[in-house]
Structures are given as C-alpha cells and as structure tokens.
C-alpha cells in the first residue's frame, strides 16, 4: 500500500472526496493497494519479469561507480588510462564537490542527466534525442526549472518535498499543480526493482506491482540497443489485478482525481464528467466499445484505422488481458482502452499539454481525438 500518510495528506487537502473513493483508503495504508506479486525478485538477475528483456540499473548490470565516488576524486579510469566517463569532461585526474550518498553530481537530477542527455547508446530524455529514434516511447522533457507548457516540470526538489510526506507538498499545502516539479527517481527506481524501465510507485517505491508495458522481443535485447526506447517497439497491457497493472497505475499518485469512477462519472449515471482513463486498481477500466450505445465511440472507426482522426498515428492503447507485447499490439475495440498514454507522453512533447499528436489550429480538434469518436465522419 502506499503510505499512510499519503492517505492523510490527501484527506486533509480533499476532505469528503477522499471519504467517498473507498480506492483510495480501501485498507487504511495509503493512496494504492500494496501489491505482494513479486514475480522477479533476485532471481531473474537483470531482467524484467514479463519480456524477459535485460532492465539496466538492476542486479548484476549495477555499476556502482557509474553514480558514486568513494573519495569524489579519480586519478585515471578503472583501465588505468584516460577512457571515457560522462563526469570526467575535462579528462583525468578528475575531482568533484564531495556530496551527500557519494553522488558523482551536486543532486541527483543532474546525476541522472550527467549520463541521459547526450550520449549515444543512452536513453536521451532531454531535448532532442542523440540517438536518432523517430519517436521516444517516453517523449522528452525540456531543461530543468523551466516550467514548460508541453510536459512535466523538471527540476531540482529540496529534500522537504521527498519522501511520502514530502512530494505532496508539491501541489498542496503551499505547492501548487501548475508549477509542481517532478525528478527521474520519482518515478524510476536507480537501483532497480525488475519492473519495466524501473518505474516504481514515487508515494511507496517497491510496493509497486508489475506493470504492463512490453518491448518487441525481435528488438532491443542487447544492451545498448536503443530500438527498446522506439514508440513503435513498445506496446502495454494489463490483467487488472496486483499481478499485472497498465502502466499509468504510477500516475495515480499525482493525477489521482483524472481517474477512478468517483473522479470521471460522479453520478454514476454513465455519462462522464472527465473523460475515462483506465485504473483497474480503482474498478475503472474502459474499451473503446464501451461507448457505443451512448453513440460517442465508434468501433469499427477505430478497428479500421483510416479516416477522420487517422491523419496522425494510431494512438497507444492499453489491452486488457495482455501480457505479451504481441498481446499488447492486438487491435479490438471490444479490450482496446484509453489510458494516460494514449494522448500524453510520459516526460513531455513538442505539443503544449505533453499531447501525443501535433495540433496546429488553436485548441484541439479532430485529431487523435476521432480514432476513437468519429464525429467529424457524421
């Protein structure tokens, strides 16, 4: 579960809304359900528990030194020569700042960007991507402490704002959503935890289930090879249960109120106040048949994938019953659903609200938005 004192943050900020979403508090120990499915564990080495494929930062593929520094200073590399290391820019000897837990970097945002932004043959989340993908499966934040419009806040957080109590803080009780900054190891476990691209819960890292999202197995397998990072090589899915969850289960514990049916049909009368994205882990999922007999999807629309709404990409979607990539990449109205994915990369876009596809006209239109609703083909 994660923490209780999430759970009591959020009642006080949220008062009778957190009374009447039993998904919240359903065992009084926090905002998630704690998962006890531990499907990798040691055993599976440096590997994720699902695809099979090798997870970096885990196991036997820690390098200890790529983050610290016994003695913040290094004479030459572990060769005995000059080599190459993101922090020795000016060559050995090299020397650094001695910093709190050894780090090679005044904090760890910078750490982890010491080594993801710029470097061929490393994830690149920073600007644009070294590596030359068509399409970064995460997207890509801009510079720290900007406050872009087009994806989350990237920055340096004080060790107030950590921590259960402390990332609450962020947005409430002085903190505000729009200004809130969010860090790699929010989201990313640095040591590892065998789940897809580390990601963990940021409210209670390791109570995390596994999550649902999948790499072709025909690439990416070798460390190094960047294709894994491809949009196009990566597919999601979930079994609604603690055994595998969608993805966007991590999101929950910022975007809370975008999900879960007490947040987008507060009525419970069918028609949806915010639109749905799927939360197994609070009873609501979603297909994209489901809206037909209210008329505001159209299956065969999207099963067909041509027409209004198809001028950009098919949007990602998350599979209900997958846990294969194949699986993942099966389209079907009848167990495709919209999730926080479909529309917004993870770390942000060239578009203004971090949105998947370009939208050149003032506001948002047709695109994307008639894949699945077709009202433009009316």
Request: with cysteine.
């Amino acid at each position: 579960m994660r923490l209780f004192s999430a759970a009591i943050l959020f009642g006080l900020s949220f008062g009778t809304a957190i009374a009447q979403d039993p998904g919240l508090t359903d065992n009084l120990a926090g905002l998630h359900g704690r998962s006890d499915f531990h499907p990798g564990g040691s055993g599976t080495g440096g590997r994720s528990a699902y695809d099979g494929l090798p997870v970096y930062h885990n196991s036997e593929a820690l390098v200890c030194s790529d983050c610290h520094s016994m003695h913040a200073s290094a004479q030459h590399d572990y060769a005995g020569g000059t080599g190459s290391d993101p922090f020795a820019t000016g060559g050995y000897p090299w020397t650094t700042q001695p910093t709190s837990k050894l780090l090679k970097a005044p904090n760890s945002l910078d750490l982890c960007l010491a080594c993801h932004d710029g470097h061929v043959g490393i994830p690149d989340v920073l600007g644009a991507d070294v590596n030359g993908l068509t399409q970064r499966s995460g997207g890509h934040f801009e510079p720290p402490d900007t406050n872009p419009h087009t994806g989350h806040n990237l920055g340096y957080i004080p060790e107030s704002m950590k921590g259960a109590w402390g990332y609450c803080s962020r947005c409430h009780f002085g903190g505000t959503f729009g200004t809130a900054q969010v860090e790699c190891i929010d989201c990313h476990n640095k040591h590892g935890n065998h789940r897809a691209r580390n990601l963990q819960w940021a409210s209670n890292p390791g109570g995390e289930p596994p999550l649902g999202l999948f790499m072709d197995p025909a690439v990416g397998a070798a460390f190094g090879d960047m294709a894994r990072y491809e949009r196009a090589n990566v597919a999601y899915g979930t079994l609604d249960s603690v055994s595998l969850r969608e993805p966007s289960n991590i999101c929950i514990d910022c975007h809370h109120t975008f999900s879960g049916g007490y947040y987008i049909d507060r009525n419970a009368d069918g028609f949806h106040e915010r639109h749905p994205a799927y939360d197994s882990e609070r009873a609501s999922p979603n297909t994209v048949s489901q809206g037909a007999t209210k008329g505001s999807t159209d299956p065969g629309h999207w099963e067909g994938g041509t027409g209004s709404g198809f001028e950009v990409d098919r949007l990602r979607f998350v599979v209900q019953g997958a846990d294969t990539f194949a699986a993942a990449t099966a389209v079907s109205a009848l167990n495709n659903g919209v999730f926080c994915l479909s529309c917004h990369y993870a770390h942000g876009s060239d578009q203004s609200f971090s949105l998947i596809w370009p939208e050149p006209e003032p506001g948002s239109g047709r695109r994307g938005c008639d894949q699945c609703h077709n009202k433009a083909g009316y």
